[in-house]
Nanobody, 115 residues
Framework: QVQLVESGGGSVQPGGSLRLSCGSS????????MSWYRQAPGKQRELLAR???????TYADSVKGRFTISRDNAKNMVYLQMNSLKPEDTAVYYC?????????WGQGTQVTVSS
């Protein structure tokens, strides 16, 4: 059973930065597209960024230009660099590994942006 574990969440002031990390218990990163999602209270889970196996990236309009997804397959890690954070970025952030026949989720890490 593959487990994904996120880290790096916390509290930050508006305009600040955080870097989220996601590690896997198994060597899956070379076989799966990796994504970051978030879910704010009372809202649906939102896809923020995806990086494919070859390394192509896509972003939601809400984070384009502020967030950067990257992966290190050798270390089984995926990252989300978040800059220029806004209060509306406050949410639980989830890591996702997916391929056509299965997917895995992390437990989530809280990000709070507040002055």
């Amino acid at each position: 059973q593959v487990q994904l574990v996120e880290s790096g969440g916390g509290s930050v002031q508006p305009g600040g930065s955080l870097r989220l990390s996601c590690g896997s218990s198994g060597s899956i990163f070379g076989l799966y597209s990796m994504s970051w999602y978030r879910q704010a209270p009372g809202k649906q889970r939102e896809l923020l960024a995806r990086i494919t196996i070859p390394g192509f990236t896509t972003y939601a309009d809400s984070v384009k230009g502020r967030f950067t997804i990257s992966r290190d397959n050798a270390k089984n890690m995926v990252y989300l660099q978040m800059n220029s954070l806004k209060p509306e970025d406050t949410a639980v952030y989830y890591c996702n590994a997916a391929r056509p026949d299965r997917e895995y989720w992390g437990q989530g890490t809280q990000v709070t942006v507040s002055s």
